[in-house]
């Protein structure tokens, strides 16, 4: 059942199909490897860095809340090791919904969470407009410590591209 807010993002039968669909697929994908926290101590242990990391998040609503503090002691750890690492964080799943202007007083933790992250840390917050798109959220929806980018999954590939490795942030 969806909270009263967020029924009007969805339009019956198609989306929900691809709302599964999403779903499924993050599912199969995060039970193929191994989690996050593992993950970030794999690449602390390695002794050699990577240029960056690119932090995925794709999870359900309300799921920025447990993703971003996990993410900001991902990066001191991994900073503490290698200071010179960059790091990014691309949010393609229900939770992305929450960085919406109009949820700034109700989701006052997730903002200032996203907000230190880009201003503070220096790792840009990217969101998929296609997802926010099909629920009709527009790009100027978002706040400016939110970078809007055509596509999730090619934001990733664009900095794996450059280096980057994926992490997966899982619970």
């Not at 006052?108 to 220096?122: C, G, P, S």
Request: net charge positive.
């Amino acid at each position: 059942m969806l909270l009263p807010e967020y029924q009007n993002h969805f339009r019956m039968p198609s989306v929900l199909v691809l709302l599964a669909w999403a779903c499924l697929s993050s599912a199969v994908l995060q039970a193929g490897s191994p989690g996050s926290d593992k993950q970030v101590q794999a690449l602390i242990d390695a002794g050699k860095a990577p240029v960056g990391v690119v932090f995925e998040v794709a999870a359900e609503h309300g799921g920025l809340q447990w993703a971003l503090p996990k993410i900001k002691g991902y990066v001191g750890a991994l900073r503490a090791r290698y200071p010179q690492m960059k790091f990014a964080v691309v949010s393609h799943g229900d939770e992305l919904f929450a960085l919406q202007k109009k949820y700034r007083r109700r989701e006052v933790k997730t903002h200032q969470m996203a907000k230190n992250l880009f201003r503070d840390e220096q790792v840009p917050i990217h969101i998929c407009q296609t997802y926010a798109g099909w629920s009709g959220v527009q790009p100027e929806d978002f706040p400016d410590y939110v970078s809007v980018s055509t596509q999730g999954p090619q934001e990733i590939k664009n900095y794996q591209e450059f280096g980057y490795q994926l992490i997966r942030v899982t619970r």
